[in-house]
């Protein structure tokens, strides 16, 4: 095969567009693929109203490499001048509008670009680290044009740190179960605001759609969603991937107290122990078991603040709202009395809010699409080292978990 042939194969080329050359340029370990045009009437892109050709305006494209050559489609394309919308170049098969990659190249990059970060990806592709990050913003623009908005059913709300001093953004994502989650939007902040440029964003009937918003204790959103979403009261839920994280925390804080008091007697008995309290039982690997069976069982105040945290995760199991109710009850008077502050506080936080923590037993959100969001998030953050640009937090996110069509069409 020719390599004008080959090259005609590769771009996918058809009437009335033609390879007319290729060019070695060895000195510069690069390819030019010279594309001709032979149509001389086009329509306007708006009014389809048809045009001689006026003049030809000459263009550059970077396409895939050939054998690590550098490869580029050059073309005169033609310009046509509508009276009522303009002068305008046609559009090229092999790219997008004002890009100056070819459809192919910009998909490559976007794989690329979805491993790794934009000074890898900008290194592997040859292509300077603005131009990399220039593919990212227009695929993320793209998928967001592209998107359908189907109402929302079920929805995350979170705050979420950049990883660099108090620099916050919004995340509400979709949770519908069995799904992983997809972020449907990122905003400013961490205050009111945030959420309710989201809500106004919806129109009225996808509002009144929505059946569930998980979220943590944060009044800030809850009102938000409260002025925004009809029948809130109903939809809102503290759901336990949130609210076991408090009492995990407040474990930690009896067990933090508890270990200076002891080690000031000598005794190191809770030394490296953090993370087995943390833990479900079930998560303990088997080789630790009988150790921290060992401590468990022993007088300890962390002990009963980690039996009061296990006895918290039954509550999720119960079948009836009601029952939960009772559960609670019971599991409140037992905290309470339980002389441990700490365990005591989100007791008593969790009883305030007790109504949209009961919510949970009619919208039952799993932790599986909370969770996996979370990790996701925070594996962007980590592989960024943390973010002192917000802008580019809130592209990152979308990019990689707003479930977007990214791609140029073939
Ligand atoms: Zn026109």
Redesign the pocket.
């Given at each position: 095969m020719k390599d004008v042939q080959l090259y005609r194969q590769i771009l996918g080329l058809s009437e009335p567009w033609d390879v007319k050359s290729v060019r070695l340029i060895p000195e510069a370990t690069e390819i030019e693929v010279e594309v001709e045009c032979t149509q001389k009437v086009w329509a306007?892109?708006?009014?389809?109203?048809r045009m001689h050709v006026q003049g030809w305006e000459k263009r550059r494209w970077r396409h895939l490499d050939s054998c690590q050559f550098k490869t580029w489609v050059v073309a005169e394309v033609p310009r046509v001048i509508?009276?009522?919308?303009g002068s305008q170049t046609v559009p090229v098969p092999w790219a997008e509008k004002f890009s100056r990659f070819t459809r192919l190249f910009e998909r490559l990059a976007i794989d690329v670009l979805l491993e790794c970060s934009v000074k890898a990806a900008s290194e592997m592709l040859r292509i300077s680290w603005d131009e990399a990050d220039g593919i990212k913003q227009r695929a993320v623009a793209r998928g967001l044009e592209r998107k359908e908005s189907e109402p929302p059913r079920m929805l995350g709300v979170d705050e979420k740190s950049a990883g660099r001093g108090q620099n916050y953004v919004t995340v509400v994502a979709r949770i519908e179960p069995g799904k992983p989650a997809t972020v449907e939007y990122v905003g400013d902040g961490r205050k009111q605001e945030a959420l309710d440029a989201y809500w106004q964003g919806l129109p009225e009937t996808h509002r009144e759609a929505v059946e569930a918003v998980a979220m943590d204790l944060w009044e800030a959103y809850r009102n938000s969603t409260l002025e925004h979403v009809p029948g809130a009261e109903r939809k809102i839920v503290h759901d336990p991937y949130h609210l076991m994280k408090h009492l995990g925390d407040a474990v930690d804080s009896v067990r933090r107290q508890e270990h200076r008091v002891l080690l000031g007697q000598g005794d190191d008995r809770l030394l490296g122990t953090k993370y087995q309290w943390l833990r479900g039982w079930e998560n303990i690997p088997e080789s630790q078991r009988e150790a921290f069976d060992q401590l468990k069982g022993q007088t300890l105040k962390t002990s009963r603040a980690w039996a009061l945290k296990e006895m918290f995760r039954d509550f999720w199991h119960m079948t009836t709202e009601m029952d939960a109710r009772d559960y609670f009850q019971s599991w409140y008077a037992w905290a309470i009395r339980s002389r441990l502050e700490p365990v005591k506080k989100v007791a008593q936080m969790l009883k305030r809010h007790l109504p949209n923590i009961l919510t949970y037993f009619t919208h039952r959100i799993t932790n599986a699409a909370l969770e996996g969001l979370n990790n996701r998030i925070a594996g962007l953050v980590k592989k960024a080292y943390g973010y002192r640009n917000r802008e580019r937090f809130k592209t990152d996110i979308l990019f990689h978990i707003g479930g977007l069509n990214l791609y140029p069409t073939a």
């Open positions: 306007c892109g708006q009014c389809r109203e509508c009276q009522q919308h």
